[in-house]
């Protein structure tokens, strides 16, 4: 046996693994961080006892939330990542060449600085030129905003603690006024077994304020159920719809441009939630 | 904290569940078997410590082992099911008003004497007249078998222990003997994170022997990684060239039409095990 | 791995054990019983998730609240026993041939019929023809009595659920009453390590109703920190003087004529507490 | 949940424990070596995956290890430990103002540097000018000395991996020929509920090369069943006739001139392994 961690995903249920040894560990000033070496997994950030990211998983996630609205969008120059203080999504974002700027807004500082040092095959990138990175509260930079950004990513941890507020229909509001007039956003929406409720509510208030909203899916190994899901807000385009020459050749390991439609394909009982 | 049960899925790497009591607990013949009833996922069967099914989702499993070969085929009347003996494959196959018979052969009697008792959500079907159960070894009973069959599901467990043979070249070529001209068999085929050679393997030996050969895949939130796939060999019938009007309705909870070709479309990685 | 039963003893300590099957689980008027079998300690009671006792480890605990007591007693013949619905320390009481009767007075008439249904070699002597049983409210059998018996055994949970008045100074007190004028009385009172203030309360509430306070330790592998202690209120004998022809031969595995005084040594940190 | 380390300490039952923190971990010329920073315990040595020793109740171990010898011999002035690289056992020697020299041998540096760093309450005194420290083999270096020391005391690791040399026969009659003509050792010999054969078997060996040879036990919460069994072989001075004047005050928090005596007074069933 030795030193595992174990992650109580319900009250009833989670997942185990070996650690080898945790390399920070750390209460910030909004959470508890933990990186941790596991055998499994490689390196891991956990935050408040939950599995935020990992080496050997990291890019489902990663890939997952850039790709569908960076492709869906017909020219993305300006983009926004709240949360995402672990580089991933930003590494994803600057492999396509029509992104100018990427601005990370992660109120943690620590992720950051702890995912530069422990996770530089996910952080690496938070140094181009073309990235911005703020320490900040999202939901005020959110706020703050208007009119400014083709694509926001919403990449935030559970709706517990430092992300409760992006979880509320005045932040899908805000995101709406961020975002250009034809601009689109995603955000992580939890997994349909264990948290029907929650998606349901997302779709409904995201419905009331933009025209096109959808759902999908894809399979994190590390996250509750290994089906994780994700929301798309968008205002003019449509992820169904785009139209072959928008897709353009991108290393992934994930994502392809026929998983792009086929992430939509809900098995029936998520399709339920969302109608 | 209390009474849980651990499966380690890898050396490193497992999921953790409470439960409320044991109901069953043996060694059979062939296998360790346990019922337990968890908290999470209620009745669960287990054998050689392994998670084999449970009440909450099996229908993912059931469903998509037994409809995406069953609405391939144009008129599936007779089926096998080797191994099983939950009764869940069968349950679904007979969802089907064209079977006219099932036939499900299960090496370990004890595996449907208990399921009958402790998950008669699933086992129920077992007694309809179309069913005939043979508690016999699946091997011998394909290689006795000439072509009878319309569509064979083979619902194993791991290739280690009783499920070793089932895993062979010698087996597939023993399944397309016993297929019709036209037949279609599905076997389970572990997860592309953990088994990727299995896969792999797999792939190549059913090529070698039917001329349409097919992977696809399902989120089953306790079997490992979540992501779980089946293998697809076909001597006549593409299950991703269904007509419309094929389809038709039946009750589910995973299955859809739509889901029917989605399933195919593999993340990235996954596909490049089957090129 | 496989099915574990994990007692968390404190917030971050605990023990694990590997359970083949639960006997019996049920939420009784007064707590949760579970009766399970171990592979390490056999069968085992489990009272809200605490060991209670176990076939291979319980004749420490039962031999020592019995036997310390009786051979001190000059002629013990009345005896009550509160708590202790397993049997285990009635079976050591009626080693003594002076004993005439052995009251029994447990709250929970459960946990007397799954310990005479599943751990018969401790609860088998619970139908002496000496032993009364009743179910009731030890503290308000305790309260009905005066000047009746000649040792009185209190084998209680943790000051927790049903047991938390078998605590208190009032409990004491009524013990006293319900002794006869040399009258003795023994109650389990947890361990040092973890809970030390409970021991040194415990030790000032006793000391101040019984001219005669003791503590004495033993083994126990299947509890808090393995060392257990015991506080005895007396009102007349000694137990650090009892004559050797005082003591008899009687079959025990853990209790000896030497331990007897031995068991009266406490480690330094342990006798601080009591001073 | 979280971080727990789990130590199997046999097949089916162990201890669990939460962990804050790794602190160093490292595969050794000789073994798995991790220090780790224990919710309950403080900081723990972990050698192989077994707890050795914890800042919380190492007390225990390293003044039983020490005081019952060192009590026993009337003047020990040149002493050895071997193993015991964490330096408690030293610190525990030099608290008899007799002493003049000690010397540690232990094969593994390691154990002693990270000690050292981060167990400082435990192995500050192996800087002391009367201590030798040298990284050797315990056996060699026994079996090249003769007629050297007053006390050995050996504080070794479970009889696997590097510590297997020193629960032989031919080791015990090494420290015989390395001790005095009054000499005395003591040896860490692992608990009577689990491993009851070696008990017996170095009692035996041990008897058959020194004319006194006793068992002493002590309540060690961290170890195997929380009782913990010192094997004596003396040549002259028994530890059971220690005449009171022989006794000096020393700070313990559990070693007293009252339980030197009483730790020798076994429990039935351990007394019938020395018989």
Excluded: C
């Excluded at 209460?27 to 941790?36: I, R």
Aim: negative net charge; proline residues 5%; glycine residues 6%.
């Amino acid at each position: 046996m030795g030193l595992w961690f174990t992650e109580k995903q319900t009250d009833n249920f989670g997942i185990t693994m070996k650690v080898n040894q945790t390399l920070h560990t750390e209460q910030t000033e909004f959470q508890k961080l933990d990186m941790v070496e596991t055998e499994e997994w490689g390196n891991m950030l956990l935050l408040d006892g939950m599995v935020m990211t990992s080496v050997k998983d990291e890019f489902v996630y990663h890939e997952m939330v850039a790709h569908v609205p960076l492709f869906t969008h017909p020219n993305p120059e300006n983009i926004l990542v709240v949360g995402g203080g672990d580089g991933g999504v930003i590494r994803e974002v600057l492999k396509h060449p029509s992104v100018k700027k990427a601005t990370l807004v992660d109120i943690d500082g620590k992720v950051i600085e702890y995912s530069k040092k422990f996770l530089p095959e996910i952080a690496g990138k938070l140094d181009d030129p073309r990235v911005e990175v703020k320490v900040a509260d999202g939901f005020m930079h959110i706020a703050e905003s208007e009119n400014e950004y083709d694509v926001i990513m919403v990449d935030s941890t559970e709706p517990v603690g430092p992300a409760v507020n992006l979880f509320t229909r005045g932040f899908y509001a805000g995101i709406s006024k961020a975002l250009k007039e034809d601009g689109i956003f995603v955000a992580q929406s939890d997994n349909p077994w264990f948290k029907a409720d929650l998606i349901r509510n997302v779709q409904k208030d995201v419905k009331e304020i933009f025209p096109i909203t959808r759902l999908y899916i894809a399979n994190i190994p590390t996250y509750p159920s290994g089906m994780w899901a994700f929301t798309i807000g968008s205002k003019k385009h449509d992820p169904l719809e785009v139209s072959e020459d928008r897709f353009h050749d991108i290393e992934t390991k994930y994502y392809t441009k026929e998983l792009h439609k086929a992430a939509f394909v809900l098995p029936k009982f998520v399709g339920d939630l969302v109608k």
